[in-house]
Structures are given as structure tokens and as C-alpha cells.
């Protein structure tokens, strides 16, 4: 079956950096647009960034110039490179892999960015 699994959340101080990784298994890797999605306490999930078979990008306006997804179709990897945290990024994060009507999920690592 599919899996998503993600690693690298931690507590770390405002203005410093984090990269969080997931590791899919069971799927086409290659074919699957993959995405990182965050959810803070009482908020609504929302997409953080997304890169898709071809490698375009999109992120939101709120990570532009701080965050940077990128993929490893040869390990099936996808990671998120977050520079200049702020307090406002704290979250669970969630991996995601989409193609048609197919999506998986991670079971989400926390980010928290606090002094």
C-alpha cells in the first residue's frame, strides 16, 4: 500500500532554517505531484508548496523566498528546505502525493518556531 512518511520537524528559533523530508513507497513516485501542506491549531490545512512530475513549483504567497521543495525521483524523496522561520510557521506539517482523483497522505511532523 501507499506510504508517506515524514521526518525532520523539530522546535527551532525564529530566523532559523529546517528541512523536512518524506519517503513515499508504493506508488509511481515519478508520475505523483507531490505536496507539503501545514495545518496550525484551529486553521484550516493549506498547501505550503508543490512540485510536480516535471519539476515546476508553486508555493504560497506567505513561504515565497523562504521555503524550497524540491524532489528525488531516483529515492523517492521530496523535501522542504524552510529558511527564516517565524513563530507564524509553527505547524503540523503534511506530505502529500497526487495524480487524477488518487491522494495520499503522511501522518504529518510537527514544526514549532519559538523563542
Known amino acids: 500500500q501507499v506510504q508517506l512518511v515524514e521526518s525532520g520537524g523539530n522546535l527551532v528559533q525564529p530566523g532559523g532554517s529546517l528541512t523536512l523530508s518524506c519517503a513515499a513507497s508504493g506508488l509511481i513516485f515519478s508520475a505523483y505531484a507531490m505536496g507539503w501542506y501545514r495545518q496550525a491549531p484551529g486553521e484550516q490545512r493549506e498547501l505550503v508548496a508543490r512540485?510536480?512530475?516535471?519539476?515546476?513549483?508553486k508555493y504560497a504567497d506567505s513561504v515565497k523566498g523562504r521555503f524550497t521543495i524540491s524532489r528525488d525521483n531516483t529515492k523517492n524523496t521530496v523535501a522542504l528546505q524552510m529558511d527564516s522561520l517565524k513563530p507564524e510557521d509553527t505547524a503540523v506539517y503534511y506530505c502529500n502525493a497526487a495524480l487524477g482523483n488518487s491522494g495520499y497522505w503522511g501522518q504529518g511532523t510537527q514544526v514549532t518556531v519559538s523563542s
Open positions: 512540485i510536480l512530475p516535471g519539476g515546476g513549483t
